[in-house]
């Protein structure tokens, strides 16, 4: 299915869409963080919100570390991994009060991994009355708010759980 147009959508068309490589290798090399929607950064991992995503607020962790099989992630990898998706949850609920999420790493494009030679992990906000998680997946939304304004709103609650620990 087709995406829609959508304006939030014309800043990744714009730029990373011509991109080629890795966006999971490049877009933290590119230390700009901002215009490439990187969220928080760890030791091994970061975080991004989903240019594309299937709700608002849709976000991914990844190891800066180049690695498309799962079951290669180092043990500090997946720790830290994990541990930022429940940060992820946790900053989800604060900014947007969802009322669940879908979370899930995608292994291979036939189970619909866009970029499958890099794993990440996707913290999927859920709220009453958006679609099912399968036709979100597969499907075309349009999404009220900007990514700029998301990741905006999203930074501000990260930083201010940063200052509480
Ligand atoms: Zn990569």
Same mark, same amino acid.
């Given at each position: 299915?087709?995406?829609?147009?959508?304006?939030?959508?014309?800043?990744?068309?714009?730029?990373?869409?011509?991109?080629?490589?890795?966006? @999971?290798?490049?877009?933290?090399?590119?230390?700009?963080?901002?215009?490439?929607?990187?969220?928080?950064? +760890?030791?091994?991992?970061?975080?991004?919100?989903?240019?594309?995503?299937?709700?608002?607020?849709?976000?991914?962790?990844?190891?800066?570390?180049?690695?498309?099989?799962?079951?290669?992630?180092?043990?500090?990898?997946?720790?830290?991994?994990?541990?930022? +998706?429940?940060?992820?949850?946790?900053?989800?609920?604060? %900014?947007?009060?969802?009322? +669940?999420?879908?979370?899930?790493?995608?292994?291979?494009?036939? %189970? +619909?991994?866009? @970029?499958?030679?890099?794993?990440?992990?996707?913290?999927?906000?859920?709220?009453?009355?958006? /679609?099912? @998680?399968?036709?979100?997946?597969?499907? /075309?939304?349009?999404?009220? %708010?900007?990514?700029?304004? /998301?990741?905006?709103?999203?930074?501000?609650?990260?930083? %201010?759980?940063?200052?509480?620990?």
């Amino acid at each position: 299915m087709d995406q829609l147009f959508a304006p939030w959508r014309m800043a990744y068309i714009d730029g990373a869409d011509k991109q080629e490589g890795c966006i @999971f290798c490049d877009f933290p090399k590119a230390n700009e963080d901002r215009k490439r929607l990187i969220l928080a950064r +760890g030791e091994l991992v970061f975080v991004i919100l989903n240019a594309f995503p299937y709700n608002p607020g849709h976000l991914m962790v990844a190891p800066f570390r180049h690695e498309g099989d799962y079951e290669n992630l180092k043990d500090e990898e997946c720790l830290e991994m994990h541990r930022f +998706g429940q940060r992820c949850v946790a900053v989800l609920k604060e %900014a947007m009060n969802p009322q +669940g999420f879908n979370m899930g790493i995608n292994i291979g494009k036939t %189970a +619909g991994a866009g @970029f499958a030679g890099h794993v990440h992990l996707h913290i999927v906000p859920r709220w009453n009355g958006d /679609t099912n @998680f399968m036709p979100v997946i597969a499907g /075309t939304k349009v999404l009220p %708010a900007s990514l700029q304004e /998301t990741w905006e709103s999203l930074k501000k609650v990260w930083e %201010a759980h940063d200052r509480r620990r």
